[in-house]
Antibody, heavy 119, light 107 residues
């Protein structure tokens, strides 16, 4: 079983930075990759990339390089998403989603973190 | 791989059968096609993986099928809780892609 618990909503000004955390519980953290998915207001799901929770090696989707950084704090079973130089277009709900060990499908999702970027 | 879902919106009544389509721009191995359900204000939930395997706890009225570039999610008899948005997904390779979604609404 288990769950992914994300940090709460954030309101930021353009140019600022934000970190979204995703704490895993109920399963061995380093055995399942962690994905990040963005959902802009009223829009669909967009894959941002994933991080190998065993090696810490990140993979970024096109459009999510440079300002977006995936990291881990394995001591507390947490995956982090940092976004720098925030733009109003970054306003979205950000989800972490666990990669299933066998199928690779996203079998467990965090509840989502709303990041609002507004002057 | 670009995934195109059809229809964009589907209006049906409880008890009716729903058929949702997902077309891929290139062939997708069956083991890498999934379906997710998302209700307003909630995170997506995995329904189907590997084209036709139901995730844990998913009722058997949900059935996935297809191969190559054509995939289908069928809900045999709609329950009130099934009205939501459904996304297909190509995973297992980078980039992972999602379809744009089909909104299933109550008629």
């Amino acid at each position: 079983q288990g769950q992914l618990l994300q940090t709460g909503s954030e309101l930021k000004k353009p140019g600022a930075s934000v970190q979204v955390s995703c704490k895993a519980s109920g399963y061995p953290f380093n055995t399942h990759g962690m994905n990040w998915v963005r959902q802009a207001p009223g829009q669909g799901l967009e894959w941002m990339g994933w991080i190998n929770t065993n090696t810490g090696d990140p993979t970024y989707a096109q459009g999510f390089t440079g300002r977006f950084v995936f990291s881990l704090d394995t001591s507390v079973s947490t995956a982090n998403l940092q976004i720098t130089s925030l733009e109003t277009e970054d306003t979205a709900i950000y989800y972490c989603a666990r990669k299933n060990l066998l199928s690779d499908a996203f079998d467990m999702w965090g509840q989502g973190t709303l990041v609002t970027v507004s002057a | 791989t670009v995934l195109t879902q059809s229809p964009g919106t589907l209006s049906l009544s409880p008890g009716e059968r729903a058929t949702l389509f997902c077309w891929a721009s290139q062939s997708v191995p069956n083991m890498f096609l999934g379906w997710y359900q998302q209700k307003p204000g909630q995170a997506p939930r995995l329904l189907i993986y590997a084209t036709s395997s139901r995730a844990a706890g998913v009722p058997d009225r949900f059935r996935g099928s297809g191969s190559g570039t054509d995939f289908t999610l069928t809900i045999s008899s709609l329950e009130p809780e099934d009205f939501a948005t459904y996304y297909c997904q190509r995973y297992g390779t980078s980039p992972v892609t999602f379809g744009q979604g089909t909104r299933l609404e109550i008629k």
